[in-house]
């Protein structure tokens, strides 16, 4: 067996499915990072395309060819960012983060939907809670049915 091909292996994160999120999220925050510290500060604080006003007086992103060197790399971080979370989804995903164009708001709604809203998280474990607290051994129930149960 090759061991670069073994090695490879485990630096790539899963791809996401929608199952098994808090494992995709973490080795992707740490693949992220390993590809560009400042990669991951873009999903961190996000990014936005320099805009200038028009002649309706509305806004329209400036046209790239005249961003600055530090919009430019900005730009790049985001981009590194949003090519590792768009690789490493599956096409459900994939349709979810599409129209995604900042890498953080690609985060943030796969986030969303596969733990849901704080408000959500804190409901979900109240009722956990409650559950464990009720949980007790029937009469009639061997300790390694209520082993398993718990």
Same mark, same amino acid.
């Given at each position: 067996?090759?061991?670069?091909?073994?090695?490879?292996?485990?630096?790539? @994160?899963?791809?996401?499915?929608?199952?098994?999120?808090?494992?995709?999220?973490?080795?992707?925050?740490?693949?992220?990072?390993?590809?560009?510290?400042?990669?991951?500060?873009?999903?961190?604080?996000?990014?936005?395309?320099?805009?200038?006003?028009?002649?309706?007086?509305?806004?329209?992103?400036? @046209?790239?060819?005249?961003?600055?060197?530090?919009?430019?790399?900005?730009?790049?971080?985001?981009?590194?960012?949003?090519?590792?979370?768009?690789?490493?989804?599956?096409?459900?995903?994939?349709?979810?983060?599409?129209?995604?164009?900042?890498?953080?708001?690609?985060?943030?709604?796969?986030?969303?939907?596969?733990?849901?809203?704080?408000?959500?998280?804190?409901?979900?474990?109240?009722?956990?809670?409650?559950?464990?607290?009720?949980?007790?051994?029937?009469?009639?129930?061997?300790?390694?049915?209520?082993?398993?149960?718990?």
């Amino acid at each position: 067996m090759d061991s670069s091909n073994t090695a490879n292996s485990f630096l790539k @994160p899963p791809v996401l499915d929608g199952t098994k999120y808090p494992l995709w999220k973490t080795r992707m925050r740490l693949t992220i990072i390993a590809m560009d510290e400042r990669a991951w500060q873009s999903i961190l604080t996000g990014w936005t395309a320099p805009k200038i006003v028009d002649k309706e007086g509305g806004y329209i992103i400036k @046209p790239e060819t005249t961003w600055t060197t530090e919009v430019t790399q900005l730009s790049s971080f985001n981009a590194k960012a949003n090519n590792a979370i768009f690789s490493n989804v599956d096409m459900r995903m994939f349709g979810l983060i599409t129209d995604c164009v900042v890498a953080k708001i690609a985060w943030d709604t796969l986030q969303e939907h596969c733990e849901g809203s704080e408000s959500f998280k804190r409901t979900r474990m109240r009722l956990l809670n409650s559950k464990f607290e009720n949980l007790c051994m029937s009469e009639d129930e061997t300790i390694s049915e209520y082993d398993q149960r718990l």
